[in-house]
């Protein structure tokens, strides 16, 4: 499948050249980030044959959804291991179940173990299982953002127009790993701020700088980036995580409102929400109304409506 989504300029009372790159309408299973790595993965397993998938995330995680989905497509069983502390009903989780897949939840500090033990025995049961680390993290979800970054160089290009800034939220770090990695080969000064939707600093900010390590090392002939060339372009903020993990708070939830009055576009508080908060409110304390910005909407449909409670004209 070819992925390729549209970049719009939307009205907003906060920046006068705002773009958003909607990735949430990569047209399968509610698109988003996910889906743009989860291509990638899954022709992978096509190629080795795999018969059985397994991989990592909570009932909020839109990554389980859609590897989930693309499982059932192709009548593979698909296993999720989830943490207990984050296993609340969701509509991403009622659509994992609804997919097919076996969920297991046990508590965070077992989940290395119950994963490594799962897919033994499944070996000795003579399947040929593929594992996904959560949220698609790794070399191959990195690198389907580094094609994400080609695109959005495309569209530059297109209309006549540089961003200054790029805005996403931030999670496992793929994604914001990607979109840095596209920006060192490019050799592009454009500042990419990753809004952290959970992790702190310095650890989320050193699994991103991690995965764009890791990335380099695989591209011929660019290992040679400097260090601190990837340190200075690695911007990870986390004062907009609200309280925590899959929970917002009044401001969170008020611009996932004023999305949808002003735009038209869902966003959810668990990602989307929080990251546009954020650069709403960094752009305001920067003084970057003047600047031209793009942020990727990483998708999250399901978890709109999970917040449809919380919103009251």
């Given at each position: 499948?070819?992925?390729?989504?549209?970049?719009?300029?939307?009205?907003?009372?906060f920046?006068?050249?705002?773009?958003?790159?909607?990735?949430?309408?990569?047209?399968?299973?509610?698109?988003?980030?996910?889906a743009?790595k989860?291509?990638?993965?899954?022709?992978?397993?096509?190629?080795?044959?795999?018969?059985?998938?397994?991989?990592?995330?909570?009932?909020?995680?839109?990554?389980?959804?859609?590897?989930?989905?693309?499982?059932?497509?192709?009548?593979?069983?698909?296993l999720?291991?989830?943490?207990?502390?984050?296993?609340?009903?969701?509509?991403?989780?009622?659509l994992?179940?609804?997919?097919?897949a076996?969920?297991?939840?046990?508590?965070?500090?077992?989940?290395?173990?119950?994963?490594?033990?799962?897919?033994?025995?499944?070996?000795?049961a003579?399947?040929?299982?593929?594992?996904i680390?959560?949220?698609?993290?790794?070399?191959?979800?990195?690198?389907?953002?580094?094609?994400?970054?080609?695109?959005?160089?495309?569209?530059?290009k297109?209309?006549?127009?540089?961003?200054d800034?790029?805005?996403?939220?931030?999670?496992?770090?793929?994604?914001?790993?990607?979109?840095?990695?596209?920006?060192?080969?490019?050799?592009?000064d454009?500042k990419?701020?990753?809004?952290?939707?959970?992790?702190?600093?310095?650890?989320?900010?050193?699994?991103?700088?991690?995965s764009i390590?890791?990335?380099?090392?695989?591209?011929?002939?660019?290992?040679?980036i400097?260090?601190?060339?990837?340190?200075?372009n690695?911007?990870?903020?986390?004062?907009?995580?609200?309280?925590?993990?899959?929970?917002?708070?009044?401001?969170?939830?008020?611009t996932?409102?004023?999305?949808?009055?002003?735009?038209?576009?869902?966003?959810?508080?668990?990602?989307?929400g929080?990251?546009?908060?954020?650069?709403?409110?960094?752009?305001?304390?920067?003084?970057?109304?003047?600047?031209?910005?793009?942020?990727?909407?990483?998708?999250?449909t399901?978890?709109?409506?999970?917040?449809?409670?919380?919103?009251?004209?």
């Open positions: 499948m070819e992925v390729r989504t549209p970049v719009y300029k939307l009205n907003s009372d920046c006068k050249d705002l773009y958003v790159k909607r990735e949430d309408m990569i047209p399968y299973s509610f698109g988003g980030n996910k743009r989860a291509v990638l993965f899954f022709d992978e397993i096509d190629r080795l044959g795999a018969d059985y998938v397994v991989t990592y995330g909570s009932s909020h995680s839109n990554h389980c959804r859609v590897i989930a989905n693309m499982a059932a497509q192709r009548g593979l069983k698909c999720i291991i989830g943490p207990s502390e984050v296993s609340d009903p969701t509509y991403n989780s009622k994992m179940d609804i997919l097919g076996e969920i297991i939840t046990v508590p965070v500090d077992e989940v290395k173990g119950t994963i490594d033990a799962k897919i033994e025995e499944l070996r000795k003579g399947h040929d299982p593929y594992f680390m959560g949220g698609g993290h790794g070399n191959i979800g990195t690198r389907a953002y580094v094609q994400c970054y080609r695109e959005i160089k495309e569209f530059e297109e209309n006549s127009i540089s961003f800034y790029i805005f996403l939220a931030s999670g496992t770090g793929t994604t914001q790993a990607g979109l840095v990695c596209g920006q060192l080969l490019e050799g592009d454009k990419i701020i990753g809004i952290s939707i959970a992790r702190k600093n310095p650890r989320g900010r050193d699994v991103v700088i991690e390590r890791d990335y380099l090392k695989e591209e011929p002939g660019r290992g040679q400097a260090e601190d060339v990837i340190q200075e690695t911007i990870f903020l986390d004062e907009y995580t609200g309280d925590g993990y899959g929970r917002d708070n009044k401001e969170i939830t008020k996932i409102e004023k999305a949808l009055v002003n735009y038209g576009m869902p966003l959810d508080c668990t990602y989307t929080k990251a546009f908060w954020g650069m709403e409110q960094y752009i305001r304390r920067k003084y970057l109304s003047d600047k031209k910005i793009l942020f990727i909407h990483t998708g999250g399901p978890l709109f409506f999970d917040e449809l409670d919380k919103m009251r004209r």
